[in-house]
C-alpha cells in the first residue's frame, strides 16, 4: 500500500496570516511539522500542499517536497484533494501544518485502521479532554462516537449533556485524518457540487461532510499532548516547549 502524508498550508489565515512560515526556534512551524512527519516510517512520501508562493519558496530552500495547488480551495481537505489527485496512492494522510508538536506515533495511529480493516475509507484520531477549561472552548471541536468509535456528531458545544449520568469523559477531534482516495472524490466533488454540507457549513467542520452524507468515520483514541497553533499566545507556547526539548 502506496501512503502519502500531505500537510496544507495557506498565508492567508483570518486569525494568524502567515502562519506556516512562523519562527520556532530558528525554524518556520512548517518545517517542524514536516520533520515529524518524516518520522513516520510508513509514509513512502510527504509533501507540503499550498498556494503561496513564500510558502513554496521556502519548503525548496529546506529541502521540504512541496506541491503548488490552486488558491481557489475553500478547506484544506479539498487542497489534499488536489494533491491526491496529481499523486496517486492508495492512502492519503492529512497532517495539519499548525501542530508542530504533533507525535510521529499519533500520526500512525490514524493509518493502522487501515491495514486492520481494507474496507475502510476515512480515519480521525481523538484524545480525552484533560482541562476542562477546553470542554467550553469553542474552537476546539469535541468528539461524539458509538461504542465502536465511528463517528456520530462533531460539535464546537458542550455536547453531549451529562443528564443521565456524570462519570463522562469528553473528546476533542486531533486533526490527522487517513483518506483513500475515492473518499477524498467524494469530498471535492461534493464541494464543487454542493459547497459545504449543512451541518459542516453551521460548525465549520470538515470531517461532517463525510458522517453527514452516510460514511462511516473511524476514530481512533489517542494520548497526544500536540498544541495546535491558531494564536499568537499558542505560538509562544510551542516556542517555549520546543527551547525546553533542545536544551535537554
Given at each position: 500500500m502506496k501512503i502519502i502524508g500531505v500537510i496544507p498550508a495557506r498565508?492567508?489565515?483570518?486569525?494568524?496570516?502567515?502562519?506556516?512560515?512562523?519562527?520556532?526556534?530558528?525554524?518556520?512551524?512548517?518545517?517542524w511539522v514536516y520533520q515529524q512527519c518524516l518520522k513516520v516510517e510508513d509514509f513512502d512520501s510527504v509533501y507540503v500542499a499550498t498556494d503561496d508562493?513564500?510558502?513554496?519558496?521556502?519548503?525548496?530552500?529546506?529541502?521540504?517536497?512541496?506541491?503548488?495547488?490552486s488558491d481557489s480551495h475553500k478547506t484544506g481537505t479539498d487542497r489534499v484533494g488536489e494533491v491526491a489527485r496529481k499523486i496517486p496512492?492508495?492512502?492519503i494522510v492529512n497532517i495539519q501544518g499548525d501542530e508542530p508538536l504533533l507525535e510521529p506515533s499519533t500520526i500512525k495511529a490514524a493509518i493502522k485502521p487501515f491495514y486492520d480493516n481494507p474496507n475502510l475509507l476515512v480515519?480521525?484520531?481523538m484524545t480525552k479532554i484533560k482541562d476542562p477549561v477546553d470542554v467550553v472552548n469553542f474552537t476546539i471541536p469535541k468528539v461524539i462516537t458509538n461504542k465502536d468509535g465511528i463517528g456520530v456528531y462533531l460539535?464546537?458545544?458542550?455536547?453531549?449533556?451529562?443528564?443521565?449520568?456524570?462519570?463522562?469523559?469528553?473528546?476533542?477531534q486531533v486533526c490527522v485524518y487517513g483518506f483513500?482516495?475515492?473518499?477524498?472524490?467524494?469530498?471535492c466533488d461534493y464541494g464543487e457540487k454542493y459547497g459545504k454540507a449543512k451541518i459542516e457549513a453551521i460548525e465549520d467542520i470538515e470531517i461532517l461532510r463525510f458522517i453527514e452524507n452516510g460514511y462511516?468515520?473511524?476514530?481512533?483514541?489517542?494520548?497526544?499532548?500536540?498544541?495546535?497553533?491558531?494564536?499568537?499566545?499558542?505560538?509562544?507556547?510551542?516556542?517555549?516547549?520546543?527551547?525546553?526539548q533542545m536544551n535537554k
Open positions: 498565508y492567508k489565515s483570518s486569525r494568524f496570516p502567515g502562519k506556516p512560515l512562523a519562527d520556532i526556534c530558528g525554524k518556520p512551524m512548517i518545517w508562493d513564500k510558502i513554496y519558496e521556502t519548503c525548496n530552500q529546506l529541502n521540504i517536497k512541496a506541491v503548488m495547488t496512492s492508495d492512502l480515519s480521525n484520531l460539535t464546537r458545544a458542550t455536547a453531549p449533556y451529562p443528564k443521565g449520568k456524570i462519570d463522562y469523559s469528553y473528546y476533542k483513500k482516495p475515492e473518499a477524498l472524490k467524494f469530498y462511516k468515520v473511524q476514530f481512533i483514541e489517542v494520548d497526544s499532548e500536540t498544541v495546535a497553533v491558531d494564536t499568537p499566545n499558542d505560538l509562544d507556547r510551542v516556542r517555549e516547549i520546543v527551547s525546553k
